[in-house]
T-cell receptor, first 114, second 115 residues
Framework: DSGVTQTPKHLITATGQRVTLRCSPR?????VYWYQQSLDQGLQFLIQYYNGEERAKGNILERFSAQQFPDLHSELNLSSLELGDSALYFC?????????????FGSGTRLTVV | AQTVTQSQPEMSVQEAETVTLSCTYD???????LFWYKQPPSRQMILVIR??????QNATENRFSVNFQKAAKSFSLKISDSQLGDAAMYFC????????????FGTGTSLTVIP
């Protein structure tokens, strides 16, 4: 157990639907990052939050949104889902915004859009 | 934006042998950090080793070591005495030393360990 908790582990939904992925960071970590890993691809950065504030945005679609709550857990909302949104979505957390520390990753949520 | 390139989509190694995974990156920054992550079939991303760009000495973690060539922007991972449990996807990653910056990942190298 890495200390970063992602729920659910698996999610199957239909096109056009909306889902919410949840992430609880490791205790003491203030930064949360969301990544998308499609089949045969590397990890694409979506968005970062630090202590409740959005700090960086990557290749996140307008249909996607996220937030970090006062208890530091984060949610990634995916709407108007398309088949191409099927992927593994990772949440990662770190102690500080930058620097030497690596990420601690959750085990991911496998999203399948049918 | 920074880019990370892993030119070997797949590699294989005999058990107990040594294998080197390649990684190059492109950046105009002078201060940054480099990482190797391992993703076994369980999908969990596991930090293998990290290197600070300002340190000339190559990082080592047990059977894992890196060859960091800053001028060439190269960061290869050497796995010695390969074990079956080393079979996984390996990702090279770059992180700026500027606070707030995210990681940039390569596309990964799938390592097979042959018994």
């Amino acid at each position: 157990d890495s200390g970063v908790t992602q729920t659910p582990k698996h999610l199957i939904t239909a096109t056009g639907q909306r889902v919410t992925l949840r992430c609880s960071p490791r205790s003491g970590d203030l930064s949360v990052y969301w990544y998308q890993q499609s089949l045969d691809q590397g990890l694409q950065f979506l968005i970062q939050y630090y202590n409740g504030e959005e700090r960086a945005k990557g290749n996140i679609l307008e249909r996607f949104s996220a937030q970090q709550f006062p208890d530091l857990h984060s949610e990634l909302n995916l709407s108007s889902l398309e088949l191409g949104d099927s992927a593994l979505y990772f949440c990662a957390s770190s102690m500080v915004q930058g620097g030497y520390y690596g990420y601690t990753f959750g085990s991911g949520t496998r999203l399948t859009v049918v | 934006a920074q880019t990370v390139t892993q030119s070997q989509p797949e590699m294989s190694v005999q058990e107990a042998e040594t294998v080197t995974l390649s990684c190059t990156y492109d950046t105009s920054e002078s201060d940054y950090y480099l990482f190797w992550y391992k993703q076994p079939p369980s999908r969990q991303m596991i930090l293998v080793i990290r290197q600070e760009a300002y340190k000339q000495q190559n990082a080592t973690e047990n059977r894992f070591s890196v060859n960091f060539q800053k001028a060439a922007k190269s960061f290869s991972l050497k796995i010695s005495d390969s074990q079956l449990g080393d079979a996984a996807m390996y990702f090279c990653a770059y992180r700026s030393a500027t606070p707030g910056n995210q990681f940039y990942f390569g596309t990964g190298t799938s390592l097979t360990v042959i018994p």
